[in-house]
T-cell receptor, first 113, second 115 residues
Framework: NAGVTQTPKFQVLKTGQSMTLQCAQDMNHEYMSWYRQDPGMGLRLIHYSVGAGITDQGEVPNGYNVSRSTTEDFPLRLLSAAPSQTSVYFC????????????FGPGTRLTVT | AQTVTQSQPEMSVQEAETVTLSCTYDTSENNYYLFWYKQPPSRQMILVIRQEAYKQQNATENRFSVNFQKAAKSFSLKISDSQLGDTAMYFCAFMYSNTGNQFYFGTGTSLTVIP
């Protein structure tokens, strides 16, 4: 199993540009989520999904969109990039039941200039 | 909102010594899970240890153990016989037992193991 994969690993955007961060998992996990990690702030939840066709907002959803058309994929879209979105982004997945751990992707370092 | 507090932004320990990282959390629920994740310089998030709140016995994984004090809402991580590879950021996390609920992370403790 590849686990959770994310692309790209690094990205530089100009203010106002849009892009999609890709996330895929091959563990048949129902739950998928996106976090951003900023120095001194830990990981903050952006959006999450409990299954195909179902998404919901986390703590910091503004400026981001998600969709979940399949169990495997959960892309994160930045609609109009802003310098405040400079961060490291992690995708994660887990089984819904049983308090299972979350499995994380390798992260994407995004810089918005 | 759920809060998880890690009050030690940075710590250091001599190789082969023992270190304890603290974590407190705030909840009115009775059933939940607690986790410690390690993030080395590679940036990959790795599960270190997991504790179910209904279990009184403290979880142990090799050199890693927890001191879970439910009444005090405290969940500290003890690393014994520290190794250079333990140098990393450590995050405490909380999750309610209800399915579909999110993880809440602390702000992390940066641990450096000194040779």
């Amino acid at each position: 199993n590849a686990g959770v994969t994310q692309t790209p690993k690094f990205q530089v955007l100009k203010t106002g540009q849009s892009m999609t961060l890709q996330c895929a998992q091959d563990m048949n996990h129902e739950y998928m989520s996106w976090y951003r990690q900023d120095p001194g702030m830990g990981l903050r939840l952006i959006h999450y999904s409990v299954g195909a066709g179902i998404t919901d907002q986390g703590e910091v959803p503004n400026g981001y969109n998600v969709s979940r058309s399949t169990t495997e994929d959960f892309p994160l879209r930045l609609l109009s990039a802003a310098p405040s979105q400079t961060s490291v982004y992690f995708c994660a997945s887990r089984k819904l039941a049983g308090g299972d751990e979350q499995y994380f992707g390798p992260g994407t370092r995004l810089t918005v200039t | 909102a759920q809060t998880v507090t890690q009050s030690q932004p940075e710590m250091s320990v001599q190789e082969a010594e023992t270190v304890t990282l603290s974590c407190t959390y705030d909840t009115s629920e009775n059933n939940y899970y607690l986790f410690w994740y390690k993030q080395p310089p590679s940036r990959q998030m790795i599960l270190v240890i997991r504790q179910e709140a209904y279990k009184q016995q403290n979880a142990t994984e090799n050199r890693f153990s927890v001191n879970f004090q439910k009444a005090a809402k405290s969940f500290s991580l003890k690393i014994s016989d520290s190794q250079l590879g333990d140098t990393a950021m450590y995050f405490c996390a909380f999750m309610y037992s209800n399915t579909g609920n999110q993880f809440y992370f602390g702000t992390g403790t940066s641990l450096t193991v000194i040779p």
